[in-house]
């Protein structure tokens, strides 16, 4: 949790509305239960990890197969 959590962006305490519950949700359950976080798995070489991490400061990763990705200038002066 000191690794993952202290430098997520989605563990937000100062807003319960829209922290994080992961954390939360592993200390409440035991790992074979099914309300455990799927988000929290071992990589391939054991370590362990979050999968819905997001770096602190880190932009949101964008879909490369959105129009927004592309420059369009050029389109709208052919028009």
């Known amino acids: ?10 563990a937000n305490f100062d807003d319960p509305e ?3 519950a992961i954390n939360l949700r592993a200390m409440m359950h035991r ?18 990890q979050c999968s819905a991490f997001v770096r ?3 932009p949101e990763p964008r879909c490369d197969r959105t129009l927004d ?11």
Do not use: K, R
């Not at 949790?1 to 989605?10: Q, S, V």
């Not at 790992?31 to 362990?48: H, M």
């Not at 990705?69 to 028009?79: I, K, L, N, V």
């Open 69 to 79: 990705m592309f420059d369009m200038s050029d389109a709208e002066e052919e028009e």
């Open 18 to 20: 829209h922290c994080c």
């Open 31 to 48: 790992i074979t239960d099914p309300e455990y976080p799927a988000e929290w798995q071992y990589s391939n070489g054991g370590v362990p």
């Open 56 to 58: 602190d400061g880190a």
């Open 1 to 10: 949790m000191a690794e993952w959590c202290a430098n997520c962006d989605l």
